[in-house]
């Protein structure tokens, strides 16, 4: 255990702070204002201190605990590029980045982690964003680490790029370094679920887990302004329609022993993911709950940071603050 300690804003199903307990560090306060996500994260760590409030809203003089913290993590509501200001809900994303810039004057902690789109590190068309956060923090002495990490480089069987900033204070700051990958090779959709697909004792489940022989494409948890859970826009389904999986729906459970999986009979005789086997291929463990019925289960897993990933990032971050900065020199 490293002995470190944060505090964890929008924390949602809890992917991020689970990777980084994972990493060592102790939460002392998450927050998130959907009252599903705030029941995921107490049903599996009732110990932890978890506070049913908007980031917006949120007054850390009130709580003591959100003080004196070595990180501030956030895995953010993905901010819409400049593209897309003239749309309804692009503001609010944007709005939750800046809150948590500007917590960060109120908590000072040595390091700060938001995690986002990939296009938030190194797109011209998220300068704005990068040109805020360093006008905001540089000059409390905080340096920037911009970067893209992929959940696959992490074990978890699906590509998910994530557009990374870290910042850490001057004196610990050149110790820091992006984290490297941790498997030597992708992990497939067919080794995660294949025992699963067959618990119901699918004949079949072995020969579609040998055809799901690649990661999956990005799992998107979607608004809670649309309709019913899916697996994704058009390319996405596209590639799940080729391991043989309708993309266009979340099952409710796994196939049993008289499912007849014939994908050139069309959807009704693919199969069907179901929220359990999406928090797999999200890199939680299979102890996590997700409270909620199916279609809120699987927004909180879609719109999750993958542990995997939360652990590596916050390995990162511990290596660096655990290291006693330089002496300034002498005279």
Excluded at 64 to 72: I, K
Aim: aromatic letters at 8%.
């Amino acid at each position: 255990m490293s002995g470190l300690t944060f505090v964890d804003v929008c924390s949602g199903a809890g992917g991020l702070a689970l990777g980084l307990e994972q990493a060592g560090f102790e939460p002392r306060l998450l927050l998130d204002d959907d009252e599903l996500a705030v029941g995921t994260l107490r049903a599996n760590r009732p110990g932890w201190n978890v506070l049913h409030t908007d980031l917006m809203e949120f007054d850390p003089a009130e709580y003591p605990v959100s003080h004196d913290v070595d990180l501030l993590s956030a895995g953010l509501p993905r901010v819409k590029s400049s593209a897309s200001v003239g749309r309804a809900d692009s503001r609010v994303e944007e709005r939750l980045l800046e809150a948590t810039i500007f917590l960060v004057h109120a908590i000072r902690p040595r390091a700060v982690l938001i995690e986002n789109v990939p296009g938030l590190a190194h797109s011209a068309a998220y300068q704005p964003f990068r040109d805020f956060a360093r006008a905001e923090l540089a000059h409390l002495g905080y340096e920037f680490s911009w970067f893209v990490v992929n959940a696959v480089d992490f074990g978890v069987p699906q590509n998910r790029k994530q557009g990374v900033l870290v910042a850490i204070e001057r004196k610990w700051a050149a110790a820091f370094r992006p984290p490297a990958p941790t498997v030597p090779q992708p992990t497939t959709v067919g080794a995660v679920l294949g025992p699963s697909m067959a618990a119901r004792g699918w004949r079949d489940a072995a020969c579609w887990a040998a055809q799901a022989d690649r990661p999956a494409p990005t799992l998107v948890g979607g608004s809670k302004n649309r309709g019913g859970a899916d697996l994704g826009p058009t390319g996405a389904k596209n590639t799940w329609a080729t391991m043989g999986v309708n993309g266009h729906t979340v099952g409710d459970e796994v196939p049993d022993a008289d499912f007849v999986w014939d994908p050139t009979l069309g959807r009704d005789h693919m199969v069907k993911i179901t929220p359990t086997q999406a928090a797999l291929l999200q890199g939680f463990p299979e102890t996590w709950e997700i409270t909620g019925r199916k279609t809120a289960r699987y927004r909180q897993i879609g719109h999750a940071t993958p542990p995997p990933v939360g652990k590596a990032l916050g390995r990162a971050v511990a290596a660096a603050l655990i290291l006693e900065p330089p002496a300034p020199p002498a005279g």
